[in-house]
């Protein structure tokens, strides 16, 4: 069943998302996209500015902002940490929007890459259309950056390379989400995650 979605009515951001940034900025300060140059944070941002577009927000946004905080690799540490910054919502957001809570940087491993997707894929159902949408934005970014570097003459197939996944794998999961956004979250965007998947897997 498709879940509620509330009508957002335009706000400016406050000094919260400022904070955030910063706050974002500071958790993957040195971290670059994997295997290039390009700084993390232009990931986040770009889930944001996504999420912003399609009427998420200060809230969601921030959510956007942190939805890799405590995955990599903060884990629950970081978690209690945003929620003690940012309030119960933004962190809620951010513990939905992760596929693992391990504290990595002290050590605690995380499950395998199949395990770990599976139990995502099977517990967006259940998630709300804001949490749903973050999700989404990231997706949707994530696989943006795949394609273009896929269709770039210096990276082409090199792309696949970049990942602990195998093709194959990396495929199967963009196309699961895929079929799992336009059942929840039917619209623009989860059609171009499926365009995109139907596109990477040409």
């Not at 949490?131 to 269709?151: C, E, F, G, M, P």
Request: with cysteine.
């Amino acid at each position: 069943m498709k879940p509620e979605s509330k009508p957002h009515r335009a706000r400016p951001l406050t000094d919260r998302f400022d904070r955030a940034l910063l706050y974002a900025t500071h958790v993957h300060g040195g971290q670059v996209r994997k295997r290039t140059t390009v700084p993390y944070v232009a990931h986040l941002l770009a889930v944001a500015a996504t999420v912003l577009e399609y009427g998420g927000d200060e809230d969601m946004a921030i959510g956007a902002l942190l939805h890799d905080a405590a995955e990599d690799p903060g884990g629950s540490a970081r978690l209690a940490d945003i929620r003690n910054r940012f309030g119960d919502r933004v962190a809620n957001y951010v513990g939905a929007c992760s596929d693992s809570l391990a504290n990595t940087a002290a050590g605690e491993k995380k499950a395998g890459w199949h395990e770990r997707k599976e139990k995502y894929l099977a517990h967006l159902p259940e998630l709300d259309a804001d949490t749903l949408l973050i999700s989404l934005a990231d997706k949707v970014h994530n696989a943006r950056s795949i394609l273009r570097d896929l269709r770039k003459h210096d990276v082409g197939a090199a792309v696949w390379s970049r990942f602990s996944a195998s093709r194959e794998d990396t495929l199967w999961y963009y196309e699961q989400l895929a079929n799992v956004f336009q059942h929840m979250l039917p619209g623009q965007l989860s059609d171009e995650l499926a365009d995109i998947a139907r596109a990477l897997a040409e």
